[in-house]
């Protein structure tokens, strides 16, 4: 299986660290990425980072990773909720996809407890900050190795 791991931001997080820092803490997404490469390159996974405000162009980045990736690293914010377009490209994806969320959702309101993505992740992570994002790629990073070894 690939090394190549996706990981995929939804809309608003490039405002990460710039607002509500009490809900989503100081670091920036590029803080993220910086720290997700730095692991990658520990774990021997290659990584594309995204992140777009647009349903169609995360889609598409999973599309893309159905041809050349071995798993998926997901935090599709608000789209967590409400896109059942983004869980039907998941599903059409067949290695591994970990949902991650900055904050405990289940925590917060009601329409947060409630996620589309959740029926297709092999596991979610929801209140470590972005912490959250490493957690995962070492998650991802185990299950390519058990892959390759079946
Ligand atoms: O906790 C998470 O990671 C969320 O996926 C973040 C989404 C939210 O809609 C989900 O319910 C939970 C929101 C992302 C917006 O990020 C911002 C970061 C800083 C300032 C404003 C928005």
Redesign the pocket.
Same mark, same amino acid.
């Given at each position: 299986m690939s090394h190549l791991v996706y990981v995929l931001n939804g809309? !608003?997080?490039n405002?990460?660290g710039?607002?509500?820092p009490h809900i989503?803490g100081h670091e920036t997404l590029a803080d993220v990425e910086r720290d997700c490469r730095a692991l990658a390159t520990e774990l021997g996974l290659d990584l594309r980072f995204h992140q777009s405000n647009r349903e169609y162009e995360l889609i598409d980045w999973i599309h893309e990773a159905r041809e050349t990736a071995g798993g998926i690293v997901i !935090?599709?914010?608000?789209f967590?909720?409400t896109s059942v377009a983004i869980l039907d490209a998941l599903n059409a994806f067949d290695a591994p996809v970990i949902e991650?969320?900055?904050?405990n959702?289940h925590k917060?309101e009601e329409f947060?407890h409630h996620s589309f993505v959740s029926r297709r992740a092999d596991g979610v992570i929801?209140g470590f900050g972005t912490q959250g994002y490493l957690l995962a790629l070492r998650r991802v990073a185990r299950l390519i190795a058990e892959k390759n070894t079946e």
């Open positions: 809309p !608003n997080l405002l990460l710039k607002r509500q989503y !935090n599709p914010a608000a967590t909720h991650v969320h900055i904050s959702v917060r947060r929801a």
